[in-house]
């Protein structure tokens, strides 16, 4: 069982930055791949980004490309998500979530797959 926490979320104008942290606790942090989802209001929960267990191997949505950067301490259980030139259509609920780490691009992409989830931090960026 693992137990996520996410924290650093608020109110930014656009061109601004947020890093958001997800705390992790409960198992071996390093063999768990590490995600970010995002919910904006009325929309699908959508995949942001992905980091693997020994943090070698990320990939990323199109829409934050060159912009977000997901990275993980495994020596503090926590993963970050540092967003930069943020832009009024990236507010949104940010979800952290974990699954066992897999060398598997589509499987890491995948909302179904990770079955661990916090409890989300709101994003809001203002024009």
């Known amino acids: 069982q693992v137990q996520l926490v996410e924290s650093g979320g608020g109110l930014v104008q656009a061109g601004g930055s947020l890093r958001l942290s997800c705390a992790a606790s409960?198992?071996?942090?390093?063999?768990?791949?590490m995600a970010w989802f995002r919910q904006a209001p009325g929309n699908e929960r959508e995949f942001v980004a992905t980091?693997?267990?020994?943090?070698?191997?990320?990939y990323y949505a199109d829409s934050v490309k060159g912009r977000f950067t997901i990275s993980r301490d495994n020596a503090k259980n926590t993963a970050y998500l540092q967003m930069k030139s943020l832009e009024p259509e990236d507010t949104a609920v940010y979800y952290c979530?974990?699954?066992?780490?897999?060398?598997?691009?589509?499987?890491?992409?995948?909302?179904?797959?990770?079955?661990?989830w916090g409890q989300g931090t709101q994003v809001t960026v203002s024009p």
């Open positions: 980091i693997s267990g020994l943090g070698g191997i990320t």
């Open positions: 979530a974990a699954r066992r780490t897999v060398n598997h691009r589509a499987t890491l992409l995948s909302e179904s797959t990770y079955r661990y």
């Open positions: 409960g198992d071996t942090f390093m063999t768990y791949a």
